[in-house]
């Protein structure tokens, strides 16, 4: 099974997985603006195990997730959102939701600084809410009557990722710690080391990782 980001071509079997699994559905081309909008927050779960009938027989979209960016934060934070995640019923309970869910929290936050990803989930959607509650960690943020077109209520969920910048605080820590150790089996001993001692001293910058799109925003001031 392969975790990838969601091409434009994987949409009609999608849309197919979607039209099987939720009631929620869209056009093609709310799947195509996410895709365009925002080509990294998208992932598809392939069956590349499947045989292939042909040789043009494509390997087999068997869950995916769609996210997009917030774009008009109504609490001014920069956020991500869950449009829609659905997994084959052949499929399930083979850890491949919550796969899809983590890849796209990692890259709301990699590549767009989101601080926290928001979505809504039927009230009796049990599988999804465990999901989102139990094992991703998700915290109710209220009720929203008549949410869906059959009148049903939805819970307003989100998930802080907070956790990311401590996690990548930590790898950062330990590359550190590594790097010293590297320096000092590495440096000039003696009077030549000693020499060396008064000149600048090696500095660590960031680079790809958490730089994401607000980091390039110019600001004033
Ligand atoms: C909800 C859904 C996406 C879960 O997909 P999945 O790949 O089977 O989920 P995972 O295997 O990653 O499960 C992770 C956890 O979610 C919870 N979970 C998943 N299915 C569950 C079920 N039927 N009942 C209770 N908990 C369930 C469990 O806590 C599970 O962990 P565990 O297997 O260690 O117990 C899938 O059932 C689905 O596509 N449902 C129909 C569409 C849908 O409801 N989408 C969500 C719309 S908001």
Redesign the pocket.
Known sequence: MDIRLLRPSDIPQIQQTNIT??PENYFCKYYMYHALSWPQLSYVAVDVSRPKKSPYDAPKVV?YVLAKMEEDPQDGVQHGHIT????MRT?????????LMRQSQRAMYETYSAQYVS????VS????R??YE??LGFKNNGTEAGYYADGEDAFSMRKDLDYLREEALEEESEEEGEGSVGRDEGGEVGSAGRAGEGAERLRKVRVGRQLGVGDLVERSG
């Open positions: 699994n939720l869950g829609s995640l659905s997994v499929h399930r309970r083979l850890g491949l939701a919550e796969k979505l809504h989930v039927r959607n049990v599988a999804a465990s999901l139990v094992t």
